[in-house]
Nanobody, 126 residues
């Protein structure tokens, strides 16, 4: 049975750091591109980072230089290190596997992502 659990969120101050974890079971992340997404009420879900199976990574412009995605295929965990957090980073963060691709690409569509977790809330106060 496929299961994804995100953790590591919390309430922090601007400038602080958090490391989010995305733990997968029931499938092997080594075969899929994995994306981290965030969503706030009333806004569309935004992909903030993506990790390809070959180790390459992509980032939204809003988080470049502050966030780092990494994966541990042996543990089936994908991490999102978030530094210098800003109030606008406040959101529910979720991860998902792109079951149609191994490489991250701007051509990927949301419907390609499956195996979603419940998300972990990140709140950044000013």
């Amino acid at each position: 049975q496929v299961h994804v659990v995100e953790s590591g969120g919390g309430l922090v101050h601007a400038g602080d750091s958090l490391r989010l974890s995305c733990a997968a079971s029931g499938f092997f992340i080594q075969y899929y591109a994995i994306g981290w997404f965030r969503q706030t009420p009333g806004k569309e879900r935004e992909e903030v980072s993506c990790s390809s199976t070959d180790g390459s990574t992509d980032y939204a412009d809003s988080v470049k230089g502050r966030f780092t995605i990494s994966r541990d295929n042996a543990k089936d965990i994908v991490y999102l290190q978030m530094n210098n957090l800003k109030p606008e980073d406040t959101a529910l963060y979720s991860c998902a596997a792109n079951t149609m691709r191994t490489r991250c690409t701007a051509a990927a569509r949301l419907h390609e992502y499956n195996y979603w977790g419940q998300g972990t809330q990140v709140t950044v106060s000013s």
